[in-house]
């Protein structure tokens, strides 16, 4: 034990660079799995719950250990032989390994794990996850970093936890279309010397590659994000893609010079074709553009939003506020039952996008305003406007406090939450369960199939 790590005379019982075996008896959020040497929990990437298996510490804190797995000794039933070559190393997928059905009960278990802990909410049903007939080939868009620093031409996906780009020909959870564009950009970079962006020292032309598709229409975009306006070979790139992507209808080239993580600048210049490709949700129809916030997965984007507005439980009278609409997704789901739907966007850009929106689906009961929710709602109320319910679907980060409280102060008598995050979830239901709600269920939804990621909607209604 001399060599075991100690923290404030506190000795854990495993020690780096040291096997063990082990029982794994649970999974931590990002679906590794979680079992404990001695009572000291240790988390265990590609082991799920059932097996037992023997690992190598890797790392160790005073609370807990990461487990490098070496060896698989009894597998679980849910374990299969994941499709993609290069998924140990890739970080775009974390649960090809587990069979799909295993998948859906990690995600609806994962919900119901932080609505008890960090909610500390009871009698919430949680319904089991809606998963895909299909759960491949599932993403709308992909955005590839681009790099040639080792002599070659590397597109893909980061490793995990790193940006050391691991080199891809298939990718299974994007559409065909897009490995078919990243074959030909390739072999383009190749024949036509094309420098690709180096983050150290901010020089290099080619940053990303982005592909979108429009899966009711098949219209296909392609994007070059450029460090500055030179692209060399343009005509080239153009002549290719043209020739071989069927239903590609815009190319695109995004600058962005910042020294920056963010993939995409607020410039896009048009290299051919149009600016947008087209697509639908259920009836409704988008634009969709470089710039535009559109959900990858057509199919349960669909689900998700009927969800929404099957919670909604409008009649045809009732006032709607969206406190996060976006591009008007939402908004336009809920404007086919509701007499009246705000929708509050702090993005200028997705406000235009909204109204244009509204006009192409001829959408006339829906109104756009541009601000913060916390204080629109205010100068709402002031105004005379009251919302029977309210829809919000913040980022991952979840809603501010103060947002709540104005939602609480507007007294809607139902809220529903769509969510991309369970833990800021269940930390918003737990505040609005103080202000007088309660939530009655929740729906999780397979967004992101082969991740760990999950969607939910509540259904939130006053006391």
Not at 5 to 24: A, H
Not at 434 to 440: A, D, F, K, M, Q
Request: aromatic share 8%; hydrophobic share 40%.
């Amino acid at each position: 034990m001399k060599n075991n790590e100690r923290f404030d005379n506190y000795v854990v019982p495993v020690e780096k660079n040291m096997d063990y075996v082990m029982t794994i008896d649970n999974m931590g959020y990002e679906g590794e799995g979680v079992g404990k040497i001695d009572n000291f929990t240790v988390f265990v990437a590609g082991a799920i719950v059932d097996e037992v298996v023997k690992i190598k510490i890797v790392k160790v804190s005073k609370n807990f250990a990461f487990g490098k797995l070496l060896e698989i000794i009894e597998s679980s039933k849910r374990r299969i032989e994941p499709v993609c070559s290069i998924y140990k190393n890739c970080g775009g997928c974390n649960l090809q390994h587990i069979d799909y059905r295993g998948q859906l009960e990690f995600k609806t278990n994962r919900v119901v794990q932080v609505i008890n802990r960090i909610g500390k909410l009871e009698d919430v049903i949680i319904h089991p996850t809606l998963g895909m007939d299909s759960p491949y080939n599932y993403r709308n868009k992909v955005q590839l970093p681009v790099s040639n620093k080792n002599g070659g031409v590397d597109i893909g996906f980061y490793a995990a936890r790193s940006h050391d780009i691991i080199n891809n020909e298939t990718c299974h959870i994007q559409d065909k279309a897009a490995d078919i564009v990243v074959k030909l950009t390739r072999q383009w970079i190749k024949d036509c010397n094309i420098q690709s962006y180096n983050e150290e020292t901010h020089q290099g032309i080619l940053r990303h590659i982005m592909i979108r598709k429009g899966f009711r229409t098949g219209e296909v975009m392609v994007v070059l994000v450029t460090n500055g306006k030179a692209l060399p070979h343009k005509e080239e790139f153009i002549a290719i893609m043209t020739k071989k992507i069927q239903g590609l209808v815009s190319i695109v080239q995004n600058i962005n010079n910042e020294k920056t993580n963010v993939i995409l600048g607020a410039r896009c210049i048009t290299l051919w074709g149009k600016d947008a490709i087209t697509d639908y949700i259920g009836e409704f129809k988008f634009e969709v553009s470089p710039l535009s916030f559109f959900q990858v997965n057509s199919a349960q984007t669909e689900v998700l939003y009927s969800k929404a507005l099957e919670y909604a439980n409008l009649s045809g009278g009732e006032v709607v506020l969206d406190a996060y609409c976006g591009t008007g997704t939402i908004s336009l789901f809920l404007s086919q039952k509701a007499k009246k739907v705000y929708g509050v966007e702090i993005v200028p850009e997705a406000i235009e996008n909204a109204k244009i929106n509204a006009k192409e689906n001829k959408i006339d009961n829906a109104e756009f305003i541009v601000g913060e929710a916390e204080v629109v709602i205010p100068e709402l109320i002031s105004k005379g406007v009251r919302a029977d319910v309210v829809v919000v679907d913040p980022p991952r980060k979840g809603c501010e406090k103060i947002l709540l409280e104005a939602i609480a102060s507007m007294g809607p008598i139902t809220i529903v939450y769509v969510s991309c995050d369970p833990g800021t979830l269940a930390r918003d239901l737990g505040i609005l369960d103080e202000l007088g709600y309660r939530t009655l269920e929740i729906q999780p939804v397979d967004m992101f199939p082969q991740t760990s990621h999950v969607e939910c909607v509540a259904r939130i209604e006053k006391k």
